[in-house]
């Protein structure tokens, strides 16, 4: 028998220097690399928009001046009569309300063609990602613009528009709760015999509802926002009677429709709010008042719940607490029936009837809209007549008198005013967003202080903002790029605080431990866990900036919006054409760069 001897171990010992000189190094991937150059390429490029387009602290304190001229013009802010108010308040609810339910309808196709796990196979899911891509891109001004020219003025070609425009957000937001579900109850249905309809109405719906009802109600309160522009190309309701007002240079009723505006945006917000935690149960995820004041009360009432059980359980005999803490919550108890008919006809509790009440209320809310709107539903049969002779003024494309060179400055200046207005944002947003986090706001009141700044800021809508600024500092890109930046600090703030609170406590508590400061463990714990997180945000306006500066152009706010805005007043649909093809090719490559980015940088 051989004895096996233990070659002894030989344990050397090195200093740290020369264990991390040993430790294999990690690779960077090229793609990594390319995406950090564009990303500080698209940094530097944010800086020169910024510097070019000249906003200084100087230039608005000198601007000063205007501001008071202007609000000596306005002087007491007069309100329309309560008839025409009401009867235009309801008009721009009604047409909103149809043109989401509208894109609620058409979407619910495409979302199923684009999900992964219901689609029949990838030539659609690329084609319905494409269509929503495509109705994303084209703004909804855009769309009003050609449906005005097809049917009778009034509320159709604003439904419309706002129906077409926002199937590309709901169907991508339906198609990726599609891809989330369970896919056990569809499993089981198809296992019976269930055809792909019956999988669906039965195994998939009853399981993305509560995502869809949300999804469709935060929608709305967009399109709300959103329906004040349209009222610059024609558009029935409360946009159009302001803009006639400050085009007329009555400035005080023109402050009188913002200031109504506004607080319709506030009641819409509250009121769907409402309906999300009603109908659903959970607190809305809003970033308006609305949606705060809901999540407010909804914490308040929670609290007061669980003082009440306090209360009750301290309050109970010790005899009666044992068989009360092992018997099943009444909310969680599986119910039981003693026969099958039973079981199919289900109890009216608190829950069901809440729910039976909000859908009829809703039902009604859709007719009386249909009913005030008095949609002219001939024109849908007849429509099919204009579609030529419409088609053949905006093909084939051109710039008209302006020329080439022209048009692509102008799409490089709203480029330029979505970048600019973004890095303010951004800078702004850290100072804010950050102190607003519950792991860095150094107290209670001040968090509380820096939430309570972010709603009030998201609360304005861009569009009134940029009118107030144009008419004080004049048209032009500074307007544009300051409205877009002060909205873009109450959207881009409160998203860096939410992903500054979900950082991971474990380093944070170590360098407390060794003594950090809290600026040490800002900067070196909280900001580098949650900086992907921030660019995909800080992508995600930069998107949503290079549309709404589209958009703010039209009102005066400097870039191919005023273009565009001028070839629609004279009639020059083929440079209409031209120029929306310039904003969807920009659009498009802005969403690639961004979905990239957010790819490699998760």
Request: aromatic letters at 8%; proline letters at 5%.
């Amino acid at each position: 028998m051989t004895a096996v001897t233990e070659r002894p171990v030989v344990r050397t010992h090195r200093s740290p220097e020369q264990a991390v000189a040993a430790a294999p190094r990690r690779r960077v991937s090229p793609e990594r690399v390319a995406a950090g150059l564009t990303l500080v390429a698209l940094a530097v490029l944010a800086c020169v928009a910024l510097a070019r387009i000249d906003i200084s602290v100087p230039n608005m304190i000198a601007s000063w001046s205007n501001a008071e001229h202007f609000f000596q013009r306005v002087g007491t802010v007069r309100f329309p009569d309560a008839a025409t108010l009401l009867q235009q308040t309801a008009l721009t609810v009604g047409l909103v309300l149809l043109g989401t339910l509208l894109a609620a309808v058409l979407s619910v196709p495409v979302a199923y063609l684009a999900a992964g796990n219901t689609s029949p196979g990838r030539g659609w899911i690329a084609a319905a990602r494409f269509v929503s891509v495509l109705t994303r891109a084209i703004p909804d001004v855009v769309l009003a613009m050609v449906f005005v020219l097809m049917f009778t003025i009034g509320p159709l070609p604003g439904i419309l528009a706002i129906g077409i425009h926002s199937i590309g957000m709901i169907s991508k937001l339906f198609a990726d709760a599609i891809e989330q579900i369970d896919e056990g109850p569809r499993t089981a249905i198809r296992a019976t015999g269930g055809n792909r309809l019956q999988q669906f109405t039965a195994g998939v719906l009853p399981q993305v509802l509560p995502s869809w009802v949300a999804t469709i109600l935060h929608r709305n309160d967009i399109n709300l926002r959103g329906s004040v522009i349209l009222g610059y190309v024609g558009i029935v309701g409360l946009g159009r009677e302001m803009s006639f007002a400050f085009k007329s240079l009555d400035y005080s009723l023109g402050i009188g429709y913002a200031i109504v505006i506004f607080a319709l945006c506030v009641l819409m917000e509250i009121v769907s709010s409402s309906v999300r935690a009603a109908m659903l149960g959970v607190a809305p995820a809003g970033r308006g008042i609305g949606a705060s004041a809901i999540r407010a009360g909804m914490r308040r009432r929670q609290a007061s719940g669980e003082r009440r059980q306090r209360n009750s359980a301290t309050a109970e005999p010790r005899a009666t607490a044992e068989p009360r803490a092992t018997a099943e919550p009444r909310s969680t108890a599986t119910p039981r029936f003693a026969t099958p008919d039973d079981a199919l006809r289900r109890p009216w509790t608190a829950a069901r009837v809440r729910t039976t009440v909000w859908s009829w209320v809703a039902v009604l809310v859709v007719i009386g809209s249909v009913v005030v709107c008095d949609i002219a539903w001939g024109d849908l049969a007849t429509v099919w007549g204009k579609i030529p002779p419409v088609a053949a003024q905006f093909w084939p494309p051109s710039f008209g008198s302006y020329g080439a060179g022209v048009m692509f400055s102008a799409m490089f200046d709203t480029v330029a005013i979505a970048l600019a207005a973004t890095l303010l944002a951004l800078v702004f947003s850290m100072v804010i967003g950050s102190f607003a986090a519950r792991n860095v706001a150094p107290t209670r009141g001040v968090r509380a202080g820096a939430r309570f700044l972010l709603v009030v800021v998201r609360g304005i809508p861009e569009t009134i903002l940029a009118v107030v600024l144009i008419v004080i500092t004049g048209l032009g890109a500074q307007a544009g790029t300051l409205a877009l930046a002060f909205g873009g600090v109450g959207l881009l703030g409160k998203l860096v605080a939410d992903s500054l609170e979900e950082v991971q406590p474990g380093p944070e508590r170590a360098l407390t431990a060794t003594g950090a400061t809290r600026f040490q463990r800002y900067a070196g714990a909280t900001v580098p866990q949650g900086i992907r997180a921030m660019i995909g945000h800080t992508f995600y306006l930069v998107d949503t900036n290079i549309r709404a500066a589209t958009i703010l152009g039209i009102v005066g706010g400097g870039g191919i919006g005023y273009y565009l805005l001028n070839a629609a007043q004279g009639s020059n649909y083929a440079s209409v054409t031209g120029i929306v093809l310039m904003i969807l090719v920009t659009v498009l490559v802005v969403e690639g760069i961004a979905m990239w980015m957010r790819r490699v940088f998760r």
